[in-house]
């Protein structure tokens, strides 16, 4: 079965200033096909990013497989993760939206310091920080690319107070 996604997007600033409205395409998919990773990479070209910034690792090496092969969509290895944080900052600031992918913990917490600097700066940077699957979320057991706790939701609550929106 073939379906179609088509909607109208709003990218916002905070303080409510639109910077542009995007009516996405409809993209025909089979559910048989459909990953999170899929739907990002489309999501991202849809609002409008062509170039994504990236530091690969064990928790986002499936993800950019999936950024590698939308098309319309150039992956750009960064020499680390707050390089990467800057370079969407930058990249939101001369083309509207910027975009980078890190992995868990270790890519996370080097990229924070981008990222609250273009939060300060009401920049539209989205930053997708790889993660355990969810089987490691239960397991209470400590996994390498961590600060050596078996919680898991310590980089989420860095983020929280220096994003829009977190998942």
Request: aromatic share 8%; charged share 15%.
């Amino acid at each position: 079965m073939d379906t179609n996604t088509a909607s109208l997007e709003v990218v916002a600033r905070p303080n409510g200033d639109v910077i542009s409205a995007v009516k996405s395409s409809s993209i025909p998919f089979s559910f048989s096909e459909a990953t999170l990773g899929r739907h990002l990479a489309r999501r991202l070209v849809q609002i409008g990013v062509s170039d994504v910034f990236s530091v690969p690792g064990d928790f986002n090496l499936t993800l950019l497989d999936y950024l590698v092969a939308e098309p319309g969509l150039n992956l750009i290895g960064c020499c680390n993760e707050l390089n990467a944080g800057y370079a969407a900052d930058g990249y939101a600031r001369s083309r509207g939206v910027g975009a980078c992918v890190v992995t868990f913990t270790v890519g996370g917490l080097s990229v924070l310091n981008a990222i609250a600097g273009a939060y300060s700066e009401n920049l539209p940077v989205i930053c997708i920080v790889g993660g355990p699957n969810s089987n490691d979320y239960e397991s209470n057991r400590i996994i390498h690319h961590t600060i050596g706790l078996p919680d898991f939701s310590q980089e989420l609550r860095c983020f929280q107070t220096v994003t829009c929106y977190q998942v």
